[in-house]
Antibody
Framework: EVQLVESGGGLIQPGRSLRLSCVVS????????MHWVRQAPGKGLEWVSG????????GYADSVKGRFTISRDNAKKSLYLQMNSVRAEDTALYYC????????????WGKGTTVTVSS | VLTQSPDTLPLSPGETATLSCRAS???????IAWYHHKPGQPPRLLIY???ARASDIPDRFRGDGSGTDFTLTISRLEPEDFGVYYC?????????FGQGTRLEI
């Protein structure tokens, strides 16, 4: 069974840093691009960042560029999101997501980890 | 930017839903995906490459479009079809989502 399990969310003060992790199982992690997608309370889905299977190509939404860093460890079957200088508007449910076939479509999602930015 | 319409679509089981997704500039004809999102669950991929149905998606779901205008048509609505539908641009990063259309009873 394909599984993506996120962790690392919690309550954090504005301006601080947080690292989200996602451990996967049930598929060849090293063969797939991966993404982080978030949903703020009462809002729609927002693509946050994506990384190719090799880790050599990375993209970010303008809203997080320069503050967030995506990375992966294929040996550990893990995806990460380093969140620096967090803001109240970063409060959201963060999903780890598997790319379908390399064009950005997402066919498998984790259940998400909640990040709350508040003083 | 992807703009979905309408924001809310009230329909009854058995009816047909037509959801629109308009891009702010012309995109590759196979670059739109559609998802269904219900509360408490992760989104589910319905349509990829504008026209292709994802695994286990019934043929009641049909994706179409080109240029800047794309549609998702859901025939013979069933109770489990209600929720929020998102389109997504899938060709090059950033893989943006539309704001969503809420399909409600």
């Amino acid at each position: 069974e394909v599984q993506l399990v996120e962790s690392g969310g919690g309550l954090i003060q504005p301006g601080r840093s947080l690292r989200l992790s996602c451990v996967v199982s049930g598929f060849m992690f090293e063969n797939y691009d991966m993404h982080w997608v978030r949903q703020a309370p009462g809002k729609g889905l927002e693509w946050v960042s994506g990384i190719t299977r090799s880790g050599l190509s990375i993209g970010y939404a303008d809203s997080v560029k320069g503050r967030f860093t995506i990375s992966r460890d294929n040996a550990k079957k893990s995806l990460y999101l380093q969140m620096n200088s967090v803001r109240a508007e970063d409060t959201a449910l963060y999903y780890c997501a598997k790319d379908f076939y390399g064009s950005g479509e997402i066919d498998v999602w984790g259940k998400g980890t909640t990040v709350t930015v508040s003083s | 930017v992807l703009t979905q319409s309408p924001d809310t679509l009230p329909l009854s089981p058995g009816e047909t839903a037509t959801l629109s997704c308009r891009a702010s500039q012309s995109v590759t004809s196979t670059s739109i995906a559609w998802y269904h999102h219900k509360p408490g669950q992760p989104p589910r991929l319905l349509i990829y490459a504008t026209f292709a149905r994802a695994s286990d998606i019934p043929d009641r779901f049909r994706g179409d479009g080109s240029g800047t205008d794309f549609t998702l048509t859901i025939s013979r609505l069933e109770p489990e079809d209600f929720g929020v539908y998102y389109c997504q641009y899938c060709d090059t990063s950033p893989y943006i989502f539309g704001q969503g259309t809420r399909l409600e009873i």
